[in-house]
């Protein structure tokens, strides 16, 4: 290292995809100084997956992910997969089980993986910083130099690991963007993502259904997703509507399909083998019985199924089968797991996530353009485009 370096490499954000980087660049033998203003290191990992941290997927791949360029993530995903995460994990003797889909969970707590991290960067030497936010970074002659409270550091490479702004009151930031900016970098629009959907006007009505989980498929977009959808006190949650609104658009409809163990023509089989039953409780098989009751009030289908002709019955399954709700809105930030859009993949190597035009600055983890589906896959990618950076510090 040259005496005008405090360190080979400063890494900003003591998060997932920051220890990551950290450990695989200490274990090269780089002296890394890695920096968070918070006061403890992986905040969003503790608190994930309800504290077991669902930290990866066993089916992740470059499908997985949104980005204005799908195929950036490829090359990092490829590099490190869902099976090289688990290795580590299970060298550190961590107990873990797949609950669905391909979700891995920690059986104890996420504070393991958090431990494990922190266990990677100690053999490498790395010395950790918390509690003091940087100042204005400066780059001359090949060096990055910015003060971490009142101590000036420099190294040549700078990896901006700090994340996205979903959940400021954890702590986090758009400085990523910031950073991005300054040094000329685009920022492809940040929009909070994995998050609920808030329902208004003649649709407000199904919030009296909070509480209400279903299992349905959800569309928007080119995103579909089959698995639970929840009426909430402000719309619409649960994991299908979680994975939609990465999809989903200010102005466009959400698809629901109500029905979908339910072939074509069901309501009218089951008026030929039960006339007399209740259309409420014919839906009731399909569905839970408040919904049930919500929906056949409001497709106006009162009465046996007998009293209902073959045409209205099949007009009332194609729209149980296509039901569009038109959010208007989402919970925002403050409660979304993720952000998508963030810094440009166009200006960034997949190999090594460094800038193109400004050699030495890297992007890794949620703060680049690159967001994934809900169920491990944010995790692996922090992992993955952690590893892709540490290797090339
Ligand atoms: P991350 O947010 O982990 O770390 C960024 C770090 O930078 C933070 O420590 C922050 O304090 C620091 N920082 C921010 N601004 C800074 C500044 N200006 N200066 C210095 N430091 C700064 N994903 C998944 O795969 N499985 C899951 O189970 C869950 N569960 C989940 C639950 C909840 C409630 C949330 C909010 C999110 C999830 N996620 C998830 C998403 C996952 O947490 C997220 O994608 C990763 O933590 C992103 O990793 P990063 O390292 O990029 O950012």
Redesign the pocket.
């Known amino acids: 290292m040259s005496p005008s370096h405090t360190h080979d490499a400063i890494i ?7 220890m990551m980087a950290t450990a695989v660049a200490g274990r090269q033998g780089r002296r890394v100084l890695l ?4 006061d403890a ?5 503790l ?3 309800g504290g077991r ?4 997927n066993l089916r992740a791949g470059p499908d997985n992910y949104l980005s204005a360029n799908p195929h950036f993530a490829r090359s990092a995903l490829a590099r490190y997969t869902a099976a090289d995460f688990l290795d580590l994990v299970e060298s550190y003797g961590i107990a873990w089980h797949e609950k669905t889909l391909g979700q891995l969970f920690c059986d104890g707590s996420a504070k393991q993986i958090v431990a494990m991290l922190l266990d990677q960067c100690a053999h490498g030497g790395v010395e950790l910083s918390l509690g003091h ?2 100042g204005e970074i400066g780059h001359a002659d090949g060096l990055f130099t910015l003060s971490l409270g009142a101590r000036a550091v420099r190294a040549p490479k700078l990896v901006i ?4 702004p ?2 400021p009151k ?4 758009g ?1 990523a963007y910031d950073v991005a900016r300054r040094f000329g970098l685009k920022v492809v629009e940040p929009r909070p993502a994995l998050v609920p959907l808030t329902l208004g006007g003649d649709e407000a009505l199904f919030r009296d259904l909070s509480g209400v989980a279903t299992e349905v498929v959800a569309s928007a977009g080119h995103g579909r997703f089959r698995e639970a959808a929840l009426f909430t006190h402000r719309g619409l949650s649960g994991p299908a509507i979680l994975q939609i609104s990465s999809y989903w658009r200010h102005g466009e409809d959400v698809t629901i399909d109500f029905l979908p163990d339910r072939d074509t023509g069901w309501l009218a089989a089951e008026k030929r083998a039960r006339p007399k039953a209740s259309v409420r409780s014919v839906l009731g098989q399909a569905l839970p019985d408040r919904l049930a009751d919500a929906l056949a009030e409001r497709l106006g289908l009162a009465g046996n199924l007998a009293d209902q002709s073959d045409k209205a019955l099949a007009a009332a399954e194609a729209r149980l089968a296509g039901w569009a709700f038109l959010p208007n809105g989402t919970e925002g930030f403050a409660k ?3 952000t998508i859009g963030g810094v440009a993949t166009d200006g960034l190597s997949q190999k090594t996530m460094e800038a193109r035009k400004v050699p030495g600055l890297h992007f ?4 680049v353009d690159v967001t ?1 589906w809900l ?8 992992w993955a485009s ?1 590893v892709a950076c540490g290797e090339a510090l």
């Open positions: 900003l954000g003591a998060g997932a995809a920051g920096a968070d203003h918070a290191p992986g905040k969003k990992i608190i994930s997956g941290c669902n930290f990866t936010a940087a690991a700090t994340g996205g979903s959940i954890m702590g986090a930031t400085f979304a797991e993720v890794i983890g949620e703060g994934g169920g491990g896959y944010n995790f692996q990618w922090a952690g």
